[in-house]
């Protein structure tokens, strides 16, 4: 068999293979749409009320071992070398790793994203880009609710996320921000996805 045949035979196996384990090339992330969410704030004030409330986190599996225990102290004395409110490190019920950074400012949305895209950035050189799970930022409306606009790393797409109580979410409101950021936002299309995320810091 001439080797370029072989070539694309190899190929062709390998992605049978692929889908019958469920394995496809893993997709990836394009952390540069984050800097789309202060253009998508104001579509968002003016379309539902929603406005930042100066919170955002990214969230992530920390890895054991001093490498990447040095490697999320750097990242955190970076974020509070501007002096601003500082970074909060929490971890959650299911394991998972919250870095907490706030604004000064009420205008300081576009200071946020540059705080996540910095940190997921800086995971992703540093290898630790499979560890990641998401980032948000959080929304509030004059009537008290509050919503997150969650972007899951893997998928390099968007979703909302409103709690309503400790256990269910307003899913009219999801909606209502979904049709509103439509164009705005990589908006994730599989609804299946849009997971729930109680007990996100600020929510």
Known sequence: MPRQDRRGARGRVAGLLRALLGRGRPRRADLDRLFALPAAAVTLQAATGLTPTGAASVSFRAAEGQAFAALQREITELLDADGGPGTEVRRDEYGYTWLVVRSGTADGLTGLVTDLHAV?????????????????????????????????????????????????????????????????????????????????PGL
């Open 120 to 200: 997921n950035s800086t995971l992703e050189s540093a290898g630790f880009g499979p560890l990641l799970l998401c980032s948000l930022v959080v929304f509030a409306a004059p009537d008290g609710r509050r919503l997150a606009l969650v972007y899951l790393y893997r998928r390099g797409t968007f979703y909302p996320f409103a709690p309503k109580g400790e256990h269910s979410r307003d899913n009219a409101l999801e909606l209502q921000v979904s049709a509103a950021l439509e164009g705005e936002l990589a908006v994730e299309p599989d609804k299946s996805r849009w997971f729930p995320v109680y007990g996100a």
